[in-house]
Nanobody, 113 residues
Framework: EVELVESGGGLVQPGGSLRLSCAAS????????MMWFRQPPGKGLEWVST????????YYADSVKGRFTISRDNAKNTLYLQLNSLKTEDTAMYYC??????RGQGTQVTVSS
């Protein structure tokens, strides 16, 4: 059974940083591309970033490009998302996603002064 558990969210001031983690189990993590999505309050789910299985190709939504960095540690079965220069509009529930059928419970990021 696929399990994805996010952590690292919290309350941060504008301009601050957070690092999100996603612990994966139940599948061969090193063979799977992974994604981060987010859902702002009252809005739909939006794609944030994708990383390939080896971690050498990454893709970002224009809204986060240059501020967020996706990475992975295949030895630890863990996906990361480094969030820098946070803005109030980054406030959302952030989800680790393997595919349409598998995503975590989410971790809340709130950017507020």
């Amino acid at each position: 059974e696929v399990e994805l558990v996010e952590s690292g969210g919290g309350l941060v001031q504008p301009g601050g940083s957070l690092r999100l983690s996603c612990a994966a189990s139940g599948f061969i993590f090193s063979r799977s591309g992974m994604m981060w999505f987010r859902q702002p309050p009252g809005k739909g789910l939006e794609w944030v970033s994708t990383i390939n299985s080896r971690g050498d190709n990454t893709y970002y939504a224009d809204s986060v490009k240059g501020r967020f960095t996706i990475s992975r540690d295949n030895a630890k079965n863990t996906l990361y998302l480094q969030l820098n220069s946070l803005k109030t509009e980054d406030t959302a529930m952030y989800y680790c996603v393997k595919d349409e059928a598998n995503r975590g419970q989410g971790t809340q990021v709130t950017v507020s002064s």
